[in-house]
T-cell receptor
């Protein structure tokens, strides 16, 4: 069964450094998403992406964050100048929703645990 | 934005018992999903159910969209059912919002 994959599974970085989290969505899916979950808290929406541009973003997704689809398979989340409070699990998801069609199931990857020291 | 409330926040069961988890939401939705987060942190998709009823083995879910709630039923619970159950909704735009979850502990 197709699945969303994410790398790395765990990333440790120093405060102020830049990190790039990588995701490979399910092939032929058109909608992509990033979420984060601070330890012990609920999952929070960051951004959705369609047709090579941001579709929606939350108040969390400020100028520190950016997303990109650099090629036909990868979807990345870049965090510039990381802060201690960026430590969290970051989930990527993709949806089989058709272009302009109704919402469909979002499938989540296993997550990348980011630790900022 | 849309508000999602889940109840109860915590639930402890003996193996074999049945349970009902509830999700209330504050606006009309066009996507509702139930997830199980296992002890390793993975989010396992259980149901895509913006309306109606679905069943998958010991689990079933019902969403009454007009009354803005969804229920997840777990029958004959097993220790492997332990974890956090999240309800998540989308309301018209591409931003799915999660509830705070129900932490289920099934004791042998």
């Amino acid at each position: 069964e197709p699945e969303v994959t994410q790398t790395p599974s765990h990333q440790v970085t120093q405060m102020g450094q830049e990190v790039i989290l990588r995701c490979v969505p399910i092939s032929n899916h058109l909608y992509f998403y990033w979420y984060r979950q601070i330890l012990g808290q609920k999952v929070e929406f960051l951004v959705s992406f369609y047709n090579n541009e941001i579709s929606e973003k939350s108040e969390i997704f400020d100028d520190q964050f950016s997303v990109e689809r650099p090629d036909g398979s990868n979807f990345t989340l870049k965090i510039r100048s990381t802060k201690l409070e960026d430590s969290a699990m970051y989930f990527c998801a993709s949806s089989g929703r058709l272009a302009g069609g109704p919402q469909d199931t979002q499938y989540f990857g296993p997550g990348t645990r980011l630790t900022v020291l | 934005g849309i508000q999602v409330e889940q109840s109860p926040p915590d639930l402890i069961l003996q193996e074999g018992a049945n349970s009902t988890l509830r999700c209330n939401f504050s606006d009309s939705v066009n996507n509702l999903q139930w997830f199980h987060q296992n002890p390793w942190g993975q989010l396992i998709n259980l149901f895509y159910i913006p309306s109606g009823t679905k069943q998958n083995g010991r689990l079933s879910a019902t969403t009454v969209a007009t009354e803005r709630y969804s229920l997840l039923y777990i029958s004959s619970s097993q220790t492997t059912d332990s974890g956090v159950y999240f309800c998540a909704v989308e309301s018209g735009v591409n931003d799915m919002r999660f509830g705070a979850g129900t932490r289920l502990t099934v004791k042998p």
